[in-house]
C-alpha cells in the first residue's frame, strides 16, 4: 500500500534543523509491540534520548547500534564498513529480533556489505518480524544518512545535513525482494523529498 503525504506534512530540505514528520508505518510497528511481551527491537540508527524513550512505552528490550556514526566515519572506506557490519553480525540475538530499524543506512553500504547485513538481519529474525527501511528515489540523495528519532504520535524527527549531493544506488522494489527474500513488503510512504519508507514483514 502506498501511502503519499499530505503538503502540510512535508518533508523540507532545511540543511541542520529538526524536522519532525507523520509516518503512518509507525502504527504499523506501534501495533506490533504492543501485542508482544518484552519485545526485542534492533536499532541501527543513532542513539537519543526520544527513541529511548518512545520504544520503553512497550517494555521493549533494545539494541540501538549506531551504523549511522560507522558508514559517517567511513564512507570511503570498505574495510571499515565491512567492520561496522561484522560487528552487528555478532549481536547475539539469535533470530529473536520482533522489530528491526534499518531507515535510510542501506542506500550508503556497497553492495557486498549490503548483502551481508541483509544476510544479518534475515538471522536475527523470526517470522512475523518488521524490517522498517527508506530507500531514495531521486537521483541525488544527502551525502550522509539522516539523523532519526521516534516521537510520540507516530512521528519522526529527522535532522538533514547537507542538500542531496550524493548519487543514489535507486534500490528497487525488485532489489529489495532479491536483498530480503525471506520478507515481504507490507506498506511504503513515498515523501515529497523522494525517499520512501518500507515496511517489510518476515514470512518464513
Not at 542513539?47 to 570511503?76: H, M, Q, W
Request: charged share 20%.
Amino acid at each position: 500500500m502506498l501511502v503519499r503525504e499530505q503538503a502540510s506534512k512535508k518533508l523540507l530540505y532545511t540543511p541542520n534543523r529538526w524536522v519532525p514528520y507523520h509516518s503512518p508505518l509507525l502504527a504499523d510497528i506501534s501495533s506490533a509491540l504492543s501485542h508482544i511481551e518484552s519485545p526485542i527491537v534492533l536499532d541501527l540508527g543513532s542513539p537519543s534520548s526520544n527513541t529511548v524513550e518512545y520504544y520503553s512505552r512497550f517494555d521493549t528490550k533494545v539494541s540501538v547500534e549506531d551504523l549511522r556514526n560507522d558508514i559517517c566515519r567511513g564512507a570511503s572506506s570498505e574495510h571499515t564498513l565491512t567492520a561496522a557490519v561484522d560487528r552487528i553480525a555478532q549481536l547475539g540475538f539469535q533470530s529473536a529480533c520482533e522489530v528491526v530499524m534499518m531507515w535510510d543506512l542501506i542506500n550508503y553500504l556497497p553492495m557486498r556489505q549490503r548483502m551481508h547485513l541483509a544476510q544479518c538481519v534475515e538471522r536475527m529474525t523470526r517470522p512475523g518480524a518488521l524490517l522498517h527501511l527508506s530507500v531514495w528515489t531521486t537521483a541525488l540523495m544527502p551525502e550522509s544518512p539522516l539523523h532519526f528519532e521516534l516521537l510520540p504520535e507516530d512521528e519522526i524527527l529527522y535532522r538533514l545535513e547537507s542538500p542531496p549531493t550524493r548519487v543514489s544506488p535507486l534500490i528497487t522494489k525488485p532489489a529489495l525482494a532479491k536483498l530480503f527474500p525471506q520478507f515481504q513488503r507490507l506498506r511504503s510512504f513515498l515523501s515529497r523529498t523522494g525517499i520512501e519508507e518500507q515496511l517489510l514483514i518476515k514470512t518464513r
